[in-house]
């Protein structure tokens, strides 16, 4: 049950019924567990590590794999990019996920970045986190040192399918050290109280929020 799609990487389809345990590293086999019985809108797959998990995305789009909201979630990314495609630094701990968003509607249009950026924003609250969008795409939480951006949300289109790419620093955040010379904030993470989750767990508290967002609010 796993799709070889480059060399790069490989990926697993989520399926509840393929594993009973969870393995210790936090790869594919701990997302099947995380996942297990859970009642899912469309499939989610699972990466040890790639360049960017739009790579996988898009090639599961091409083959008719991945419907909307599906998605493909990393536990690291050697090459993931952000706003200009600057390269968003992976270490694992965090959420690194490429989702497909619906086509056309609010996404067709020249704001579309910053509508799905107040879409996660919006989800988040309803998790009890209150982030602010720093345009057009960063979140950013107050913290112990002032603010400090803690994702970051990307979209990329082709073809009239739209993947939105998702990253959340949950327990590690790049040093100082490693940011862009002239930054304009520092890199943190959720609180602390959030730092027990995995990245496949915080997706899955969020992405039925972010459809309930997308459905009833936006």
């Not at 799709?3 to 701990?30: H, I, M, V």
């Not at 050697?78 to 495609?85: D, E, I, P, V, Y």
Request: proline share 8%.
């Amino acid at each position: 049950m796993t799709y070889q799609l480059s060399e790069e990487y490989s990926l697993t389809p989520l399926d509840a019924g393929l594993l009973s345990s969870a393995s210790a590293d936090g790869g594919p086999a701990a997302m099947w567990a995380e996942f297990a019985g859970w009642k899912w809108p469309a499939p989610v797959y699972a990466c040890q590590s790639c360049a960017s998990t739009f790579e996988p995305a898009w090639d599961l789009a091409g083959r008719g794999k991945l419907p909307e909201w599906g998605a493909v979630l990393a536990v690291t990314q050697s090459g993931g990019r952000g706003q200009l495609r600057r390269p968003w630094l992976s270490p694992p701990g965090n959420l690194y996920v490429s989702f497909r968003l619906p086509a056309g509607g609010i996404f067709s249009g020249e704001a579309s970045s910053v509508l799905a950026g107040l879409m996660i924003c919006r989800a988040f609250e309803e998790l009890g986190l209150n982030p602010l969008l720093k345009w057009p795409n960063d979140l950013v939480l107050d913290g112990p040192a002032g603010p400090a951006k803690v994702g970051g949300l990307l979209l990329e289109e082709r073809g009239g399918l739209i993947l939105a790419g998702l990253g959340v620093n949950i327990s590690q955040n790049p040093p100082a050290g490693q940011l862009r010379a002239g930054a304009a904030l520092g890199a943190g993470t959720l609180p602390a109280a959030w730092a027990h989750l995995s990245g496949p767990a915080l997706w899955k508290s969020l992405v039925g929020r972010i459809m309930f967002v997308y459905y009833t609010v936006l």
